[in-house]
């Protein structure tokens, strides 16, 4: 089992910037991707970007240009952030982190406010 522990949601104004981290609760074995999604309410969990243990990077549409996603995987114990730049009010979203190797796990989620 592997737990995802999420930080680094808030509120911000248009234009400002945060970072959200997410950290794997025990060792995992390489070979992972790791990523984030967001939901709004009523709406289906869109993709914001996902990355391997070997750095490709998958990018929503919403998030490319302005967010970038990293991961640090020293000792094995596999960390994802997200920076956000330049974020606007439709950022607004409950922001789950998210992990895949033989299968799916989400973090409870973090939510991230822009106001206009």
């Known amino acids: 089992q592997v737990q995802l522990v999420e930080s680094g949601g808030g509120l911000v104004q248009t234009g400002g910037s945060l970072r959200l981290s997410c950290a794997a609760s025990r060792t995992v074995f390489k070979g992972n991707i790791m990523g984030w999604y967001r939901q709004t309410p009523g709406k289906s969990r869109e993709l914001v970007a996902t990355i391997t243990t070997s750095g490709d990077t998958n990018y929503g549409d919403s998030a490319k240009g302005r967010f970038t996603i990293s991961r640090d995987s020293d000792n094995n114990k596999n960390t994802v952030y997200l920076q956000m730049n330049a974020l606007k009010p439709e950022d607004t979203a409950d922001y789950y982190c998210?992990?895949?190797?033989?299968?799916?796990?989400w973090g409870q989620g973090t939510q991230v406010t822009v106001s206009s």
């Open positions: 998210w992990f895949f190797s033989t299968r799916v796990y």
